[in-house]
């Protein structure tokens, strides 16, 4: 009985620092968001929301880290998918995409719903440092490149090559500050407010998928790729302002620090 009792404490402790099975975390020495997430089998953009993370990420010794875990309902008879998310306290919207519902949103008893993770804290619009960290906003590849002339003109960002129906992400974690679906010569185009004067722009989209005041995680989608505007092909416009001055993207993408 007694080993049975020590076995079980020592199941209970394993457990407890296991990131695969835990819904809290203490960071130990050498561990990194992102190792932590892959363990979790939880994304590291969930988990940053859950605790209020801005980029790059970074994590202390001995920092206690909530991991909201991802659950699953099977639907019932006269269920809706709205009563659904009231139930489990997660935004309809994001159940929809996790399940790629689209209107009106039927859905079927005995139909298995992917609940995603959701935090109701929201997400700091300024980064830590003066300069966010920047990602590519799509795997295409680069069709055309910054190019600016003394005068000003010239192209202010960078062309990729898309497929329609592609993900477009948001380059940094920021705040929705425009998303119209009419924009003028790039169509719908949206743009990111990651603060101290920092912002993206996404343009030739064929669908924006945010709306104004959202914040976005680095990585979350905010548009689907296609040949909005006056594209002469599916491609996306991306480009990067400080102060509202345009900078070659190039230089700052996959690249950290202050500017």
């Known amino acids: 009985m007694k080993r049975l009792a020590l076995a079980l404490a020592a199941f209970v402790l394993m457990a407890a620092g296991n990131p695969a099975t835990e819904t809290e975390h203490t960071v130990k020495k050498g561990e990194t968001l ?3 997430a892959e363990r979790a089998q939880v994304p590291a953009t969930v988990i940053a929301a859950a605790n209020g993370l801005v980029e790059p990420y970074d994590v202390r010794v001995g920092q206690v880290l909530s991991i909201p875990r991802q659950r699953s309902h099977v ?29 009106p949103y039927n859905i079927r008893v005995g139909q298995k719903l992917i609940i995603p993770a959701f935090s109701a804290r929201p997400i700091p619009p300024t980064p830590v440092s003066d300069r966010p960290f920047f990602r590519a906003p799509h795997d295409g590849a680069a069709l055309l490149g910054f190019q600016r002339t003394a005068d000003g003109k010239g192209h202010e960002g960078i062309d990729y090559a898309v497929k329609t129906g592609d993900m ?6 920021g705040k929705v500050v425009y998303a119209q679906e009419d924009s003028g010569r790039f169509g719908p185009l949206v743009v990111l407010d990651h603060g101290n004067g920092w912002r993206t722009r996404y343009g ?15 990585g979350e989608r905010i548009g689907i790729a296609g040949q909005g505007g006056e594209a002469t092909r599916p491609e996306l416009h991306f480009d990067i302002l400080k102060d509202n001055v345009p900078v070659d993207p190039a230089r700052l993408i996959g690249r950290r620090g202050a500017q």
């Open 34 to 36: 992102s190792a932590i």
């Open 75 to 103: 639907v019932r008879r006269g269920e809706t998918g709205f009563a659904i998310a009231i139930d489990y306290g997660v935004p309809f919207d994001l159940i929809a995409v996790a399940n790629g519902l689209e209107p």
């Open 168 to 173: 477009v992400r948001a380059s940094a974690s």
């Open 204 to 218: 030739h989209l064929a669908r924006v998928t945010v709306k104004l005041g959202d914040f976005v995680q680095a």
